[in-house]
């Protein structure tokens, strides 16, 4: 990424941590006018409402959790085979699943895939599950 907030792997544009996080997806830093990055015909606007829709996404899922409790475990392993299989997959030293590049979700410890496939209402964006 080419961009003057974009150090180390990291954003550090002090107004976009807040609705972003440290590792925003591509698409957000395509529109950041900071970023030498095509900007894919979409708006600092359109970023923030893809974002406020991921967002109640997550939210929905993380109360399903709490509510329903997690999935069968065949469930969850079957979602992660698909994910694990998946060439959006981003690979983490920390975790043997590692994240999803698709969702936008970032690389923060709820967004882990072992997480997010034991999520009643969690789903996959390429629809796989």
């Known amino acids: 990424m080419s961009c003057t907030h974009h150090v180390a792997g990291r954003c550090t544009n002090d107004l976009a ?3 972003f996080g440290e590792t925003p997806s591509p698409g957000v830093c395509s529109v950041c006018p900071h970023s030498t ?4 015909g979409r708006t600092i606007l359109q970023a923030i409402a893809a974002k406020a829709k991921r967002t109640a996404a997550y939210v929905n899922a993380e ?7 997690p999935v069968a475990p ?13 060439p959006s997959r981003l ?3 920390e975790d043997e699943v590692g994240f999803c590049g698709a969702c936008g979700c970032g690389e ?6 072992t997480v997010k496939a034991t999520m009643p209402a969690a789903t996959c964006p390429k629809n796989l599950w």
């Open 17 to 19: 941590l807040p609705l």
């Open 108 to 113: 923060r410890s709820r967004a882990r895939l």
């Open 91 to 93: 690979p983490s030293a």
């Open 74 to 86: 065949d469930v969850a392993e079957r979602r992660l085979a698909l994910c694990t299989a998946c």
């Open 63 to 69: 109360a399903s959790l709490a509510l329903e409790g």
């Open 37 to 40: 990055a095509p900007a894919e």
